[in-house]
C-alpha cells in the first residue's frame, strides 16, 4: 500500500497488462514484495541479482509516495550528528559517494552553503538537544557547532570520498559569492553533498536492473519464465485461506497469491498493510514534509548554482536550491494523518515564503511564482513524545510470522529509512530473507552501475560528445540532450526504438514524441497518463503541463494501451485532478 490507490478506470476494452498477467499465471514466489517505493525497489533489485524467485506488488505507481516527495537529496545528513546518529551519517555519507559513482546519470554533486548569523549560538542548548531529542528554545547553530558538524562530516568521506571539503568565509567574502545574502550574516560554511532530479526515473532504473537480472539464464523460472515480476496498481489487500489477496486497481480484478516470504515496504502505511493482512501493528508515525518549485530568475541567480541550507528562526533545517531553471524549496516536518492527503496548505507555502526572505531579504516571492508543489509522508517510526524533527531516519527490520495459505510465513516489515542509503538497506533487508530462505549472496550491489548510469559521460565535455554522436536521423543535439538527461545511457535503446517507425515530436512540447510514448508504454509499466506527465517526465514538476499536451499524450497512449476514447477523457480528468488536489497545479491551455 501507498497512500490512497489511485483512482479506479474500468475499461473493458484497455489492453491486458503482462505484468499482472505474470503474477496472475504463476501464483507463487520465493518472495513477494509489497510496496514499489525505492526501498521495495532496491530489495526487488538485490534479490533478482542473487538469483531468488521474487514479486513485487505497489498499489499506486512506483515512487508514487515519500520515494518521489522527496527533498531530491542525496546527503550524508549533517544534522543528524546532533541526534547522536553517528553510524547513520557514516553510512550515508559512504552511500552518497557510492550513488556519485554507480548512479551518476541521476545523482549530480551538489555544492551546499550555511549561512551563519553567530559565533558560539547554540553550544549550551546541543547538548539538552542531544541527551532529550527535544527541541527546545529555538536557537540557531553557530559558526563553532557548524564546523565541528562539518569537520567531523569531512572526516567519514576519507575512505572513497568524491567530493570537495568543506571551507569557511567570512562575511565579506561570503557576500561576495553570494551577494543577495543577508547582510547580517557572519560567516559561510560551504560544503558538498548531492542532488537526484529525477528520484522517480532512478527508482524505475533500479526496478529495470531487477527485471533484466530475473530474465537471465540464472533467473528464469522452469518454464523460462522471469524470476523476477514486478507490477505497479496492484494492492495487497487481504490475507485469505489461498494466499495473499491481490486487487488490480485499475479493473477491481482480485486474484491469491502465495509465497515462501513476505516483505512489507509500504512506507508509513506499514501498519495498514500489515492489518490488512490480519496482524496489526504499531511501528510507523510518520510525519509530513512539503516543498514548492518555483520560476523565479531572480531567485535562482541568488542561489549562484548551489544549495542554501539552513535553520530557520523556529529550528528547522530548511533549504533553497536551483534545479534546472527551477528553484526546489522546502521543507516542514509535521506529523501526518495518513488516511489524508499530503498536500502543501496555504501555511506552509507562508513558511516557505518567510524563509525565503530570512536569507535573501530583497527577493520578492508571491504565488504567482508557484508552478509545483508535493508533499509526502516520510516513513518514520513511532516517536510519541519526541519532537519530528528529532526522530531517528534510521532504520530497523521487524519479523514476525503468520499463517498464509496453511503454511507459516515469515514478514518482514521496514520501519524507516531515507533515499541516501536504499541501496545499503536493500542489501539488508536481501540478506534477511536470503537467511529465512536458507540462501546465500551471490553479489554485492555495492558497486554495480544503476541502469543508464553504465558508462555514462563522466565530464560535460564527454555529456557534448555523446549527444553529438546521437544526432541525425530527425534527432537533433536538443533531442538528444533531453533523452540522454531522461534515461543516461539507456537513451541508446530509445534512440533505436524510434529510429525503426516515423515518429513526430508533440505539437505541446519539443520533449516526448509519438514514438518515444510508445516506448514508455511497452517498457515503463504506465498506468496512468499522469504517470508521464510526474513520473517517466519532469514536465508536471516544471509546471509545463498544458491541456493540449495532455490530450495529445492520452492518445498516443491509447494505441498501445488499448484505451477507448472514453478511457481517454477519463485519464485527461484523472491527471487534471491530480495536479490540481496534489499539487497545485491548475492546467491551463497552450493558446489562451
Known sequence: MLGKPAKNVNDSEAAPRPHVEALRSRPHAQVLIIGGGINGVGTFRDLALQGIDVALVERGDYCQGASGASSHMIHGGIRYLENGEFRLVRESVVERNRLLKIAPHYVKPLQTTIPIFSTFSGILAAPMRFLTHKQGKPQERGAFLIKAGLAMYDSFSRDGGSVPRHEFKGRTKALAELPALHPGIKYAATYYDASVHNPERLTLDVLQDGEKAGQSETGTAADGASRARATNYVAATAITDRGVQLTDQLTGDEFAFTADVIVNTTGAWVDSTNAAMGAATRFMGGTKGSHIVLDHAELLAACNGREIFFEHTDGRIVLIYPMGDRVLVGTTDIDADITEDAVCTEEEIDYFFELIKHVFPAVT????????????????????????????????????????????????????????????????????????????????????????????????????AWIAAHTG?????????????????????????????????????????????EFMA????IGHLVDVMIRRTSLAFRGLVTAELLEETAQALAGPLGWSRERQAEEVSHAEDVLSRLHGVQVQNLIA
Open 365 to 464: 516571492v508571491t504565488r504567482n511564482e508557484i508552478v509545483y508543489t508535493f508533499s509526502g509522508v516520510r516513513p518514520l517510526p513511532r516517536h510519541d513524545e519526541t519532537a519530528p524533527g528529532f526522530v531517528s531516519r534510521d532504520y530497523r527490520i521487524e519479523r514476525s510470522d503468520r499463517a498464509v495459505a496453511g503454511a507459516s510465513v515469515p514478514v518482514f516489515s521496514l520501519v524507516g529509512g531515507k533515499w541516501t542509503t536504499f541501496r545499503a538497506l536493500s542489501e539488508h533487508l536481501a540478506n534477511d530473507v536470503l537467511a529465512a530462505l536458507g540462501a546465500e549472496r551471490k553479489t554485492s550491489t555495492a558497486k554495480l552501475a544503476i541502469g543508464g548510469g553504465a558508462g555514462f559521460p563522466a565530464t560535460e565535455a564527454a555529456v557534448e
Open 473 to 517: 536521423g530527425g534527432i537533433d543535439a536538443a533531442r538528444a540532450a533531453v533523452l540522454l538527461t531522461r534515461y543516461g545511457t539507456r537513451a541508446r535503446q530509445v534512440l533505436a526504438y524510434l529510429a525503426a517507425g516515423e515518429d513526430e515530436s508533440l505539437e505541446s512540447t519539443r520533449e516526448l514524441s509519438g514514438r518515444e510514448i
Open 522 to 525: 511497452a517498457h515503463e509499466h
